[in-house]
């Protein structure tokens, strides 16, 4: 075998050594660059004006409610808004109203009566549904605004602003007042009488013993031709010494209560969506069960006109006073 030459030997080495020096040669750098991408936000105001009467509410009152909405975010939206009224007994006990929401949901509960039938009820109370104005019968009735802006929709209980609200702007007032029915049933009263036997130092303020009677009981015993207290007191055997104690009291017939002693309370819901037809359609339920007006929005939104409007400029379609 040939012997390599110590030149060649040497060269060969150094080559080694450039070829192992240089798996550990090797450039390195990390590089970021921060691209920030800030979004607006959604946020919305339910605007209520009400102060609660401090007195029991009487027949035929009227309270200043005054509720609307507010767009106080960056994007617009679409608002409708839900009134759930309720009275309740002073057991806490629902009382059926066939003309409240919950009211007939318990109405519907306890006889079985179709969603058709309960869509009529609505229908019957409300009359002319196609704007927020109009004769609310209701026990408690409330006072609608007459602007064409909103409208309400049977089939969800809703009402709905008619246009896309902007940032900045206001529905205006869906309700104005409330007032409680003159003609409330306040229940069925019947009158009870009743006797107490005693003596001059009865203390009438505290009997305890009363016994009920009916005059009708009694017969013409004195002859006067007229059943009264005299004849009663014959008829009982009243002494020189005793007294006929008697009183007169209205009470309510447990099966008829009406109204009486009751609380009522409306709950006003609100709903904001941003107004983009894939997040109504989403958030609004079956399209095909909105009113007309309210898909013809829907289905006339314009997302490049949205986004160059939202803060609510060039085309904006808001409150206009009404």
């Known amino acids: 075998m040939k012997k390599m030459s110590k030149k060649a030997t040497a060269l060969a080495g150094l080559g080694v050594l450039a070829v192992v020096g240089g798996t550990f040669a090797y450039y390195n750098q990390t590089v970021s660059l921060e691209n920030p991408l800030p979004t607006g936000h959604y946020d919305n105001e339910l605007i209520e004006d009400y102060t609660p009467p401090t007195d029991d509410l009487k027949p035929g009152a009227t309270i200043d409610k005054v509720v609307g909405a507010?767009?106080?975010?960056?994007?617009?939206?679409?608002?409708?808004?839900?009134?759930?009224?309720?009275?309740?007994?002073a057991d806490g006990d629902i009382i059926i109203d066939r003309y409240s929401s919950e009211g007939l949901t318990a109405f519907a509960a306890e006889t079985g009566a179709s969603g058709e039938f309960i869509a009529q009820q609505i229908n019957d109370k409300d009359g002319d549904v196609s704007s927020a104005g109009g004769e609310d019968n209701s026990v408690v009735r409330k006072n609608l605004t007459s602007s064409s802006k909103w409208t309400y929709?049977?089939?969800?209980g809703y009402w709905y602003y008619n246009e896309v609200l902007y940032s900045g702007e206001e529905t205006g007032n869906l309700l104005d007042s409330i007032t409680l029915a003159s003609n409330i049933d306040l229940g069925l009263y019947t009158q009870k009488n009743w006797y107490f036997i005693g003596d001059a130092s009865t203390d009438k303020e505290n009997i305890s013993g009363w016994?009920?009677?009916?005059?009708?009981?009694?017969?013409?015993?004195n002859g006067d031709n007229t059943v009264d207290a005299i004849d009663m007191a014959i008829s009982l055997g009243i002494t020189d010494e005793q007294k006929l104690?008697?009183?007169?009291?209205s009470l309510l017939d447990s099966t008829h209560p009406g109204y009486s002693d009751a609380n009522y309370t409306l709950t006003v819901t609100s709903e904001f969506v941003q107004a983009t037809p894939n997040a109504l359609n989403e958030a609004f339920g079956d399209f095909e069960k909105l009113p007309a007006n309210i898909k013809?929005?829907?289905?006339?939104i314009d997302m490049d006109d949205l986004d160059l409007n939202r803060q609510g400029t060039a085309g904006s379609q808001g409150n206009d006073g009404e």
């Open 70 to 89: 507010k767009n106080t975010g960056d994007y617009p939206v679409m608002v409708r808004i839900k009134m759930d009224e309720v009275w309740r007994n």
């Open 153 to 156: 929709n049977v089939n969800d």
């Open 211 to 221: 016994i009920e009677y009916d005059i009708t009981d009694y017969s013409d015993r």
């Open 245 to 249: 104690f008697r009183k007169n009291e």
């Open 296 to 300: 013809d929005t829907i289905e006339n």
